[in-house]
């Protein structure tokens, strides 16, 4: 498709489709069965699971065309967007944030955010190695990498980079 843009290391799985103008960064990973359209950016180490949806149109009807209208959809990186899960158009999906499968994301999410449900809700926060963050006194660390983490106005920060 005209104006694509992979970057290095994406990993497509089978039937997928990718639309032009669409941009993928590098070692996105993109499993079974998604349809990527015009509009959607993927961020650098991208997961896309099984099945996933995006959107592009907020109202879509067969007989009204509104190809130049197509909402842009911003996936930050390191994000994982869970089997089955749907993301409406028009929304940011922060770095390092967790959509659990089958989840419909219909807001912003914000970085490293733990989303599940129908609409999906804020149920915790990520380690950029996948963990559940523990928060004590605003503080918490990746049982995996050991990394510090610093919850604050309920934005949390990586401290140790």
Sequence with gaps: MPGVRLGEGCNLGQNVFVASDVILGRNVKVQNNVSIYSGVICEDDVFLGPSMVFTNVTNPRSAVVRKNKYEETLVKRGATIGANSTIICG???GKFSFIGAGSVVTKDVPDYALMVGNPARQIGWMSEYGHRLEF???SAI???SSEEYELKNN???KLNS
């Design 91 to 93: 929304n940011t999906i």
């Design 136 to 138: 004590n006194n605003g």
């Design 142 to 144: 990746c049982p995996e």
């Design 155 to 157: 934005i949390v920060k």
